[in-house]
């Protein structure tokens, strides 16, 4: 089965704190790409990142920091001295190598960054 | 700057009704996509297009049809609206190569009364 969790369905931190969201995905294929969406109030879901299987790396960009770790199939997203303006619903997300293809998202976690 | 257009942000309708949601792409992309967004569900894929008149069911395609005539625009049709197809729509687009990044609309708040 194919599968992304995300446990965290809500989250709300006083601005500056760091905050860890956390993903953990299921799928037998031994090919996929993962990804973060970020979705601001406005409604339209942006792409943050994306990571291929193969690739276990860590990835820093600015505030944002992603861990990848094939062991525990988690691909957990931390933000560093939150803002105000992260205050967003952040979806993961599963691409699998199929014949065509297909994303599988996440429940999602609101997060809530209190000034 | 790269867009995906939904046609209405906000759309009310009667049960029974037939809803044609409309998305546009200026990207050139093959593959487009219909999602439906509920609290606590995430996005569920209702169905997607990979090349014009072709079309693949999602995970929930029940009660939907969808329709592209035209590389850029796909639509999503309710034949019968019914009152638990109130939900968001968001309709995305990306390239065909594994794993290319999607890129959504803003997304279609649909109320069926």
């Known amino acids: 089965a194919q599968k992304v969790t995300q446990a965290q369905t809500e989250i709300s931190v006083v601005e500056k704190e760091d905050v860890t969201l956390d993903c953990v995905y299921e799928?037998?294929?031994?090919?996929?790409?993962l990804f973060w969406y970020k979705q601001p109030p406005s409604g339209e879901l942006v792409f943050l990142i994306r990571r291929n299987s193969f690739d276990e790396q860590n990835e820093i960009s600015g505030r944002y920091s992603w861990n990848f770790q094939k062991s525990t199939s988690s691909f957990n997203f931390t933000i560093t001295a939150s803002q105000v303006v992260d205050s967003a619903v952040y979806f993961c997300?599963?691409?699998?190598?199929?014949?065509?293809?297909?994303?599988?998202f996440g429940p999602g976690t609101s997060l809530s960054v209190i000034p | 700057d790269v867009k995906v257009t939904q046609s209405s942000r906000y759309l009310v309708k009667r049960t029974g009704e037939k809803v044609f949601l409309e998305c546009v792409q200026d990207m050139d992309h093959e593959n487009m996509f219909w999602y439906r967004q509920d609290p606590g569900l995430g996005l569920r894929l209702i169905y997607f297009?990979?090349?014009?008149?072709?079309?693949e069911k999602g995970d929930i395609p029940e009660g939907y049809s969808v329709s592209r005539e035209k590389k850029e625009r796909f639509s999503l049709i309710l034949e019968s609206a019914s009152t638990n197809q109130t939900s968001m729509y968001l309709c995305?687009?990306?390239?065909?190569?594994?794993?290319?990044?999607?890129?959504f609309g803003s997304g279609t708040q649909l109320s069926v009364l």
């Open positions: 995305a687009s990306s390239f065909r190569d594994r794993g290319e990044k999607l890129f």
């Open positions: 997300a599963l691409d699998l190598k199929t014949s065509y293809d297909k994303v599988i």
């Open positions: 799928t037998r294929d031994t090919t996929y790409y």
């Open positions: 297009s990979y090349d014009v008149k072709m079309k």
